[in-house]
Antibody, heavy 116, light 109 residues
């Protein structure tokens, strides 16, 4: 049973960097596939942030590309998101997901609030 | 990249059928047979209901079906049930990005 779990601070100050990890269990990241991050502002729709292959190659949403960095740590079976220079507009539930052209397994999501 | 276009809301009575459209462009929906649909209940993570335009994952009711014509994909739910009331999102995969629709709120009357 594939499971994903997001972890990280629930509160980040404006202009700082948001950092989240996604721990994967029941499946080895090294086996392949893309691993993605999606966010959802409160009461709004889903927005794809970016995806990373197990080898480290990445695709980013053009609107966020200048501020996003994805990385993968196969030894810990986890992948990570860093979003720099955050503002209140980055307040959202952040989901990590396994991707096989579509997102077949999702984490439960973690709410990150940007506020001073 | 722009979000795919979905109606903000649709509604139907139990037992009826509804269809949700998802319009993109030739470089996303129209260019790939990689459209997926997600159901999201309040406070829950999205769940894939349709992938690759018309395929259902194991465990998803056959009341859910998907099609595509040109730059527009559609999700049809037949025999509406109260449990189908949720938000629905379409998504398209491209070689360099992924994009979601704005979401459609389905109300079962």
């Amino acid at each position: 049973q594939v499971q994903l779990q997001e972890s990280g601070p629930g509160l980040v100050k404006p202009s700082e960097t948001l950092s989240l990890n996604c721990i994967v269990s029941g499946f080895s990241i090294s086996s392949g596939y893309y691993w993605g991050w999606i966010r959802q502002p409160p009461g709004k729709g889903l927005e794809w942030i970016g995806s990373i292959f197990h080898s480290g190659s990445t695709f980013y949403n053009p609107s966020l590309k200048s501020r996003v960095t994805l990385s993968v740590d196969t030894s810990k079976n986890q992948f990570s998101l860093k979003l720099s220079s955050v503002t209140a507009a980055d307040t959202a539930i952040y989901y990590c997901a396994k991707e096989v052209v579509y997102f077949d397994y999702w984490g439960q999501g973690t709410l990150v609030t940007v506020s001073s | 990249q722009s979000a795919l276009t979905q109606p903000a809301s649709v509604s139907g009575s139990p037992g009826q059928s509804i269809t949700i459209s998802c319009t993109g462009i030739s470089s996303d929906v129209g260019g790939y047979n990689y459209v997926s649909w997600y159901q999201q209940h309040p406070g829950k993570a999205p769940k894939v209901m349709i992938y690759d335009v018309s395929n259902r994952p194991s465990g998803v009711s056959n009341r859910f079906s998907g099609t595509k014509s040109g730059n527009t994909a559609s999700l049809t739910i037949s025999g509406l049930q109260a449990e189908d009331e949720a938000d629905y999102y379409c998504s398209s995969y491209t070689s360099s990005s992924r994009v979601f629709g704005g979401g459609t709120k389905l109300t079962v009357l």
